[in-house]
């Protein structure tokens, strides 16, 4: 017969075996069956069981039992029973005749078929937080259940919690990486198609992304040039690290800089303390500049710097940092114009044109309409909770038949509007936008195009109409370029980008 201190050696030699046995199990299902086996050895009980606290809705749910207690899923109310005042109260319990106390609910045992005589009951913690119970049910032991078997429970309850939070954790990621996963492959079958052009991009796109060079991005607005970008990270050895995508229009010079580069306290009002750019955030990663044909001057010049020696200074700052980062730029001008105007420097377009890869406007590769079509509408219906819709066929004649100025975005933004207005398990031509649905099926019947405009539209939306048609012809005739379609319609080109956004072209 053992002595207390044998007994209490061989439990804690129990708790360390079973402590390297629980930190191998990641997968939730599994861990809890190696918990409640485990437990059932230690204690030498006919039955265990692992009640998991919802809070919404404030109940303790039994998904897994051992032994002779075995029962689909059941739930009882927070603080009901044995087990629930032991998850609401965070107290213990020990009960050798559960006729006798109070706190006993026999309702369980008419659901599991159970017959409970005596009982240990632990809270199951996790940094003084109640995550569920353990429990364990009719000791073979003579002598009923005793203070130490109460103290090891505690122990075991411990460790279980923190295993079974470690796994919570680990489900989590993987399925918010699954998540992310399938959102950058829903992303990339944006661009992907079986057009000889977009092969050739792909080709080019994964040969670059095995290489530290960098990649210059070229194509209309809208022809989904960060998506390639993003997936040339993703298939590079950096995969594993930061992707920072910056819009070099979308702030002033000066803002853009410290975004770019950061700031030390003090260089500016309003720099009150000192702040990282994209570059070190992007540390061991890529960044990627898009629109990188309106950078301002002295910013092109700098980060000729950064291309030439990989280093920087913060705004203010007189210490060089190094920036081991993947540069990938995009634009959508004519940047050997640009040079020639003066308005882009020669050495910075030498340096971002080691491998180029222009993308194709989607009018110039109509054959992938409709494998994009039918991505858009699985992925909406997905988000509405819609049924798969078809589409008619005069509905895709007419989708393909269209220039789509504003590429894969503007297709994309269509399909959603018509998923949106469909009433029946098709998509048809009424659906379309007004410019898509009136657009000619061939050139013959060009001229007459913004005339069609149906006389039943309230003149706000007629008036949108006749926009959404001018600005996307300006754009087809500037190939896409924004900074020349808001020269041509006397716009600033920040307006020209808020309106195309308002009309649903970007």
Not at 298 to 319: D, P, S
């Amino acid at each position: 017969m053992q002595t207390p201190l044998e007994q209490a050696h061989a439990r804690l030699s129990s708790l360390i075996e079973i402590n390297q046995l629980l930190m191998g199990t990641v997968e939730p299902d599994e861990l809890l069956e190696v918990i409640l086996g485990a437990a059932i050895r230690l204690f030498a009980v006919e039955g265990c069981s692992i009640g998991l606290i919802d809070e919404a809705a404030q109940q303790v749910a039994f998904t897994t039992m051992a032994g002779k207690a075995k029962v689909s899923e059941f739930r009882i109310a927070l603080g009901q029973g044995i087990a629930g005042w032991v998850a609401r109260t965070g107290e213990t319990v020990l009960s050798n005749d559960v006729s006798q106390d109070p706190r006993f609910f026999s309702g369980v045992d008419k659901q599991t078929g159970f017959r409970t005589q005596s009982i240990l009951c632990a809270p199951l913690k996790q940094r003084d937080q109640i995550i569920g119970v353990i429990e364990a049910l009719n000791t073979t032991n003579p002598e009923g259940f005793t203070p130490a078997d109460l103290q090891l429970l505690m122990a075991f309850g411990g460790l279980a919690a923190t295993s079974l939070t470690r796994a919570r954790t680990f489900v989590s990621v993987r399925n918010a990486s699954a998540a992310l996963e399938e959102t950058i492959q829903g992303r990339y079958r944006l661009v992907i198609g079986s057009s000889v052009a977009m092969q050739e991009v792909v080709r080019v796109a994964r040969t670059a992304a095995a290489t530290p060079s960098t990649v210059l991005l070229l194509g209309e607005s809208g022809t989904g040039k960060e998506v390639v970008a993003r997936s040339i990270h993703r298939w590079s050895p950096r995969a594993e690290h930061p992707f920072v995508a910056v819009n070099c229009t979308a702030l002033t010079p000066e803002l853009l800089e410290s975004e770019l580069f950061g700031h030390e306290k003090g260089a500016f009002t309003g720099a009150v303390a000192q702040k990282k750019g994209k570059f070190e955030l992007a540390d061991s990663g890529t960044i990627f500049l898009d629109e990188i044909g309106d950078l301002a001057p002295h910013l092109q010049a700098k980060l000729l710097r950064v291309l030439q020696e990989r280093e920087f200074q913060r705004v203010g700052g007189v210490k060089d940092i190094h920036a081991d980062v993947r540069i990938l730029a995009a634009t959508n001008r004519d940047l050997r114009q640009a040079m020639q105007k003066g308005a882009f420097r020669e050495d910075l377009y030498y340096r971002l044109n080691v491998v180029a890869v222009t993308l194709p406007s989607l009018r110039d590769r109509s054959e992938d309409i409709p494998t994009l079509v039918q991505h858009f509408v699985e992925h909406y219906c997905r988000e509405m909770n819609r049924t798969p819709l078809q589409v008619e066929s005069a509905a895709l004649e007419r989708l393909r038949a269209y220039a789509w100025p504003g590429n894969v975005r503007e297709l994309q933004n269509a399909i959603e509007r018509a998923i949106v207005l469909s009433q029946g398990p098709a998509i048809i031509l009424d659906d379309l936008p007004l410019e898509v649905r009136k657009h000619p099926l061939n050139q013959a019947d060009a001229g007459g195009l913004l005339t069609t405009l149906d006389d039943a539209l309230p003149l706000a939306e007629a008036i949108d109409a006749f926009t959404r048609v001018k600005v996307r012809r300006t754009l087809e005739a500037a190939g896409g370029n924004q900074t020349e379609a808001a020269k041509h319609l006397g716009l600033p080109q920040s307006n020209l980008s808020r309106l195309m956004k308002r009309l649903g072209l970007r």
